[in-house]
């Protein structure tokens, strides 16, 4: 069972960018797989962030749009979400998820079968 690996969460001020990263080692996914960001903060529920194809197409939520990146997929396992212009609201703990196939419903968390711990996120004012 792949175990993803999520890591470059931390703490920054409003207005700067992290990098988040996930991995799954020693797993191999087929051509085709669905990686996405799902984050909670505080008191809510999880939400979905951003997802990206093998094949490259992308999603987002439009809280992030605009301001959050996805890249690494095409046939490298490591997925990265590029954060910029950061806000206080986007405090949260940010978790990888990954599912074998291209899903139609990427903002929807049955839908992957692979999840890692999270890392957290927290942006001061």
């Known amino acids: 069972q792949a175990r993803l690996v999520e890591s470059g969460g931390g703490l920054v001020q409003a207005g700067g960018s992290l990098r988040l990263s996930c991995a799954a080692p020693?797993?191999?996914?087929?051509?085709?797989?669905?990686m996405a960001w799902f984050r909670q903060a505080p008191g809510k529920e999880r939400e979905f962030v951003s997802a990206?194809?093998?094949?490259?197409?992308?999603f987002y939520a439009d809280s992030v749009k605009d301001r959050f990146t996805v890249f690494g997929a095409s046939g490298n396992t490591t997925v990265y979400l590029q954060m910029n212009r950061l806000k206080t609201e986007d405090t949260a703990v940010y978790y990888c998820?990954?599912?074998?196939?291209?899903?139609?419903?990427?903002?929807?968390?049955?839908?992957?079968?692979?999840w890692g711990q999270g890392t957290p996120v927290t942006v001061s004012s």
């Open positions: 998820a990954s599912s074998s196939g291209y899903q139609n419903s990427v903002s929807r968390e049955i839908v992957y079968s692979y």
């Open positions: 020693g797993h191999t996914f087929g051509p085709y797989y669905t």
């Open positions: 990206i194809y093998s094949g490259g197409s992308t």
